[in-house]
């Protein structure tokens, strides 16, 4: 009995938790990618979009870090689980602070975007 109790604790938890279903895509896993860059009177805009090209991972969400002049965007994909739209398309307005002068994309910090 423990080790079915185990078993099902075990397979909940691989499905339900952020940890185990949650990734980090990387730029070569993403098809269609582009970088529009808009400029407001203020401030500079860029749109990021693209398509997870694993056709099990939807999108999950973005996640942004800033050091110095730097910016690094992290896309998270997910399997098993349902998201906001149920696909691997993404679209992402960020606007960019004076101080940024590039922005790098993943894990492999592939640089996207540079002030110019």
């Given at each position: 009995m423990k080790k079915y109790l185990l078993f099902?604790?075990?397979c909940f938890?691989?499905?339900c938790c952020d940890t185990?279903?949650?990734s980090i895509i990387e730029r070569d896993s993403i098809g269609f990618f582009s970088v529009e860059e808009q400029n407001d009177q203020d401030n500079i805009l860029i749109n990021i979009s693209g398509h997870i090209m694993h056709s099990a991972i939807n999108y999950k969400k973005?996640?942004?870090?800033?050091n110095r002049d730097s910016m690094y965007i992290l896309l998270y994909g997910t399997i098993f689980r349902k998201t906001e739209n149920n696909s691997g398309t993404f679209s992402k307005n960020i606007i960019i602070k004076e101080n940024?002068?590039?922005?790098y994309f993943g894990n492999d910090k592939i640089k996207i975007w540079e002030r110019k």
């Amino acid at each position: 009995m423990k080790k079915y109790l185990l078993f099902f604790i075990f397979c909940f938890s691989f499905l339900c938790c952020d940890t185990f279903n949650s990734s980090i895509i990387e730029r070569d896993s993403i098809g269609f990618f582009s970088v529009e860059e808009q400029n407001d009177q203020d401030n500079i805009l860029i749109n990021i979009s693209g398509h997870i090209m694993h056709s099990a991972i939807n999108y999950k969400k973005i996640k942004i870090r800033e050091n110095r002049d730097s910016m690094y965007i992290l896309l998270y994909g997910t399997i098993f689980r349902k998201t906001e739209n149920n696909s691997g398309t993404f679209s992402k307005n960020i606007i960019i602070k004076e101080n940024i002068d590039y922005i790098y994309f993943g894990n492999d910090k592939i640089k996207i975007w540079e002030r110019k």
